[in-house]
């Protein structure tokens, strides 16, 4: 399975962004997706889930209200809608994936497929 994620960018604060994350060499709908973000000298963080059958799950309440996490299934694609953007969103967000235990964590290491990662920076 490999994933490809895309969308980062510039933009001012209260601006918008979408991300995508493609999954290739595998059916999208066997797995999990969570996009995760490291911001410049802190950890990894997860920020939102979107599981296989379940509902989406925000793992960082700051944004609760300005991100949403979709999927299309037929497309092989996952987006995060990202609007209102602030400073602090600014990070590298990832994709990941998992597959077999579908259930939503914010633990990294829970997760076997990760895209490259791509930089979202949010000026003020």
């Known amino acids: 399975v490999q994933l490809q994620a895309s969308g980062g960018g510039w933009v001012q604060a209260g601006g918008l962004l979408r991300l995508s994350c493609e999954v290739s060499g595998s059916t999208l709908s066997d797995y999990t997706i969570t996009w995760f973000r490291q911001a410049p000298g802190k950890e990894r963080e997860g920020v939102l889930c979107?599981?296989?059958?379940?509902?989406?799950?925000y793992y960082v309440d700051s944004v609760k209200g300005r991100f949403t996490i979709s999927r299309d299934n037929a497309m092989n694609t996952v987006y995060l809608q990202m609007n209102s953007l602030k400073p602090e969103d600014t990070a590298v967000y990832y994709c990941a994936a998992r597959g077999v235990v579908t259930v939503c964590t914010s633990y990294a290491r829970a997760y076997p497929y990760w895209g490259q990662g791509t930089l979202v920076t949010v000026s003020s």
């Open positions: 979107n599981s296989r059958s379940g509902p989406s799950i």
